[in-house]
Each structure stands twice: as structure tokens, then as C-alpha cells.
């Protein structure tokens, strides 16, 4: 159940987010085998003047973090990282190098899902420890 967050600058068209946001769920099916219906992401768009950035990127930077339960490999958050990059450099057209992602790995325990319950007592149907 990862929950995404993109920071940007403002004014892209609603294609170009929506390309972004279906990017990285593809990434997050296909590198940490969740669900395609598990879907919770949002774009934060922010002013050209209240976002800094170093002077080697261009104004296409974004940053996507990532709240997950804690638990896969290494391995598997390496692939992320590729799979989000190939993705959201094959539509909408962001290099790699405007891109960065963080992720926030979370223990069960802390996640109230389903009605108020500890995600950690709930039966997930998919397998964390990737």
C-alpha cells in the first residue's frame, strides 16, 4: 500500500501529470508486485519561486516520495528506482538526472488501514518481503 507523493513546479498540463503518476505505479506493480488497484498518489504543485533546485537540472525536477511497509531487499528498491526512471523517461520525457526519489519505509504497526485496523493484523494478499 505505498503511498506517493510528487513535488513540482507548477503549470504542467494534466497529461503530463497524469503520465507521471501512471509511471510510477506501473513501477510500484511491477517492481514491488502490489496490487494495480492499490493506488494512492497526489501531485503537489508548487510556484517556480518556492522551489529550489541546484543548477544542473532543468525545470521538468521532480521529487517522488514514497511511504511503503518496511521490509523489501535492496535489490527490489534498486529496481524501483530503474523502473521509475525508464518510465517517466519514456512518457512524459523527464531525464533521470530531474528526478529524485525517496523512500520512507514504515512498519506495519503504524499503518491504520481497513477500518482503523493495524495493517499488520490484516491479511494483505500480497507479500512484502520482496
Same mark, same amino acid.
Given at each position: 500500500? /505505498?503511498?506517493?507523493?510528487?513535488? &513540482?513546479?507548477?503549470?504542467? /498540463?494534466?497529461?503530463?501529470?497524469?503520465?507521471?503518476?501512471? =509511471?510510477?505505479?506501473?513501477?510500484?506493480?511491477?517492481?514491488?508486485?502490489?496490487?494495480?488497484?492499490?493506488?494512492?498518489?497526489?501531485?503537489?504543485?508548487?510556484?517556480?519561486?518556492?522551489?529550489?533546485? /541546484? /543548477?544542473?537540472?532543468?525545470?521538468?525536477?521532480? &521529487?517522488?516520495?514514497?511511504? @511503503?511497509?518496511? =521490509?523489501? %531487499?535492496?535489490? %527490489?528498491?534498486?529496481?524501483?528506482?530503474?523502473?521509475?526512471?525508464?518510465? @517517466? *523517461?519514456?512518457?512524459?520525457?523527464?531525464?533521470? &538526472?530531474?528526478?529524485?526519489?525517496?523512500?520512507?519505509?514504515?512498519? &506495519?504497526?503504524?499503518? =491504520?488501514?481497513? =477500518?482503523?485496523? *493495524? *495493517?499488520?493484523?490484516?491479511?494483505?494478499?500480497?507479500?512484502?518481503?520482496?
Amino acid at each position: 500500500m /505505498p503511498v506517493v507523493r510528487v513535488d &513540482m513546479i507548477e503549470g504542467r /498540463p494534466l497529461q503530463y501529470k497524469k503520465a507521471i503518476l501512471d =509511471g510510477i505505479h506501473q513501477a510500484l506493480c511491477d517492481s514491488l508486485l502490489i496490487p494495480d488497484d492499490d493506488r494512492f498518489q497526489r501531485i503537489i504543485e508548487i510556484p517556480r519561486e518556492d522551489f529550489e533546485y /541546484p /543548477p544542473n537540472r532543468s525545470e521538468q525536477v521532480i &521529487m517522488i516520495e514514497i511511504k @511503503l511497509f518496511a =521490509g523489501r %531487499t535492496g535489490d %527490489t528498491k534498486r529496481k524501483l528506482y530503474r523502473h521509475i526512471i525508464d518510465n @517517466l *523517461a519514456r512518457d512524459p520525457g523527464i531525464d533521470g &538526472m530531474d528526478i529524485m526519489i525517496i523512500l520512507y519505509e514504515i512498519p &506495519m504497526i503504524n499503518w =491504520g488501514i481497513r =477500518g482503523g485496523q *493495524a *495493517a499488520s493484523d490484516v491479511e494483505m494478499g500480497f507479500k512484502v518481503v520482496i
